[in-house]
DNA sequence: TACACCCTGTGTACGCCATAAACACCCAAG
DNA sequence: CTTGGGTGTTTATGGCGTACACAGGGTGTA
């Protein structure tokens, strides 16, 4: 924990650090293990050879780390920090090369939206967080594995999870509902990511255990035949060529949510919420924009009227239990 | 595998089978390491442990499963063999006890729906299956954490994975969108139980640990006061009274899928689907209905009329191509 | 300058884990 | 009776996390 949070704390450098060389150090000690999870995957780490790779005992990593756990925590930290800021906010420039070629799909239909403006739709952030955590994990698959033990949020796990709230924080769910949200779209990427861990595990192993493995599967496969939408959403090629899954399941997920945030809000919607919803504020429907004037909020009287009924009758968001 | 599949194999009786007492036999250590794993968790479960708990050696639980791994596949299928069949079909009364508590809170306003026929919707079945998946990982919360290795599905795992197919293959939607809906509720029951998982974990290891794990806790939320939002959520309640996160994220789940699938449809709407839809067949917006009368199945002109235009356009279902 | 101390790295050791290999037994088929 | 296979045991190997005692060198203080 102190580790973790060790930033503006301490270390002002007056120290032994010297030559910069042999020294032990809680940094190097993280990036060698980051590298060898990447490599290796979590099951693949340990001290031992965290230390082999540094040139030292295992039990030197001792005197700078609690234990194998607490350094996972600081490996998961070191590494969300590449997300620290969606690149534009000071920091002046330097020069890191960065991946970034993300943004490929983008789900469905939904056209591009124009949100440019200060607030943009919490759909939009939303999204990209999630597929800033998405890119993550794809770097370093191992993060997702790092759920399920005691798993201590270090300061830029937090401040990722802030950007979401803060994202949802504004659509007028109500705050227990934010948080589900976040949780649920933050598990959803780490699920996701889950998937890669596996099939990775399956393409290391391979080679000898292969053959066994599609023996395997080819012998699973012959008996389908008594499952019918099996074998027909196999015979009509559904597994040739399958959905990207994490593009998929994200527009899933979103469409439900906003769904929701249009159930709750439906009324009083500021602009800076309107402007990025592309269609009818009550269910959704694509409704096409008038050539000239002022766009269309509803998709039909009928949508009009509901939201105007429901104006009246919730006015408190119906968030907590009114005394 | 061949341990896996061995249903209607072999097995005819007529071996040693006597006093059933004390030879060791692949179901009694299937058995015992379920109820270990139950316990313990998959971390705590060990080929010794198992040993053990039979009052045999380590080593002769060789004899009749070839390791750690495939012990974990059997015991999955074992475990899963409990949502055989949804209790409905044949099988006369066994008098089993079963949990059969659930649908609690069944997500949001949305109506209970009177879907009895045949049919039913495919929403209600899926969300079956998954609440289905959701009770025994409650019972066996090891399941989730079976993932990530080599999973090689047993018969009871691909029978339920047919039944979720089966629900959704009438929608309408292309064969990989059928699969990728499938796999996304199953992943999603999966990451749900994986937080389960978590929090067991946490409180197995309770007592010294607590107080230091609560009072890290504490420290890490005074540092909270830089996250703006976290701490308007915080004073606000939102973690005093959370969701219900499963259902929550089943709900927002079904409802982002829905939305596709009446994009993806729209038009041809067989009576079977429709009786199950609780809402406008276009926009999903819930539709009173009238007293009397055939009920609505717009919520408004524009919605039929848009339906209309969809009809005339589309005119296949654009499931599979047609010859 | 000298001493003490602490910080860091090391070596050894323990207990846990999965599993390979060789051995012991018992029952049934030849 | 011999023989052989199924079954359980013993012993051993190599990997893991980490507790503990120790060593050496730089530093603060006398």
């Known amino acids: 924990m102190d580790l973790l949070w060790r930033d503006a704390d301490a270390d002002p450098g007056g120290g032994t650090r010297r030559g910069a060389r042999q020294g032990l150090d809680l940094d190097r000690i993280v990036r060698a293990a980051v590298e060898l999870a990447d490599a290796e995957g979590l099951a693949g780490l ?3 050879k965290v230390a082999d790779r540094l040139g030292f005992t295992t039990m030197s990593l001792y005197r700078h780390v609690p234990g194998r756990d607490q350094l996972v925590d600081l490996m998961r930290d070191a590494v969300l920090a590449e997300l620290a800021e969606p690149p ?12 970034e070629e993300h943004r490929e799909g983008h789900g469905e239909g ?3 939206g124009r949100g440019e403006g200060r607030g943009r739709g919490w759909r939009e952030r939303l999204e990209a967080s999630a597929r800033q955590g998405w890119e993550i994990r ?3 698959p191992w993060l997702a594995e790092a759920r399920g033990v005691r ?3 270090g300061p830029n796990a937090v401040a990722h999870y802030e950007r979401m709230l803060a994202a949802v924080a504004g ?3 109500s705050p227990s509902e934010v948080l589900a949200v976040v949780n649920l779209v933050g598990r959803f990427v780490d699920a996701e990511a889950l998937q890669l861990v596996e099939a990775a595990e399956a393409e290391r192993r391979s080679g000898v255990s292969d053959e066994e493995w599609w023996g395997a599967r080819q012998a699973l496969f012959e008996r ?3 499952y019918p939408t099996i074998t027909r959403l196999w015979e009509e090629g559904g597994y040739d060529h399958p959905e990207d899954s994490f593009a998929f399941g994200l527009a899933r997920l979103l469409d439900g949510i906003e769904l929701l945030v249009r159930r709750r809000s439906g009324a009083e919607v500021s602009d800076e ?3 990025e919803t592309s269609g009818c504020r009550v269910c959704g429907t694509p409704v096409e924009r008038p050539a000239s004037g002022r766009p269309r909020a509803y998709c039909s009287p009928a949508c009009r009227q509901r939201a105007y009924r429901e104006r009246r009758a919730a006015g408190a968001p119906r968030t907590r239990e009114a005394p």
């Open 46 to 48: 340990s001290m031992r």
């Open 88 to 99: 534009g906010t000071h920091d002046e420039g330097r020069g890191e090369e960065r991946g």
């Open 110 to 112: 939904r056209g591009e």
């Open 138 to 140: 794809r770097r370093h």
């Open 151 to 153: 798993h201590l949020p």
């Open 171 to 173: 659509t007028g769910l």
């Open 224 to 226: 389908f035949e008594r």
């Open 273 to 275: 919420t309107r402007d």
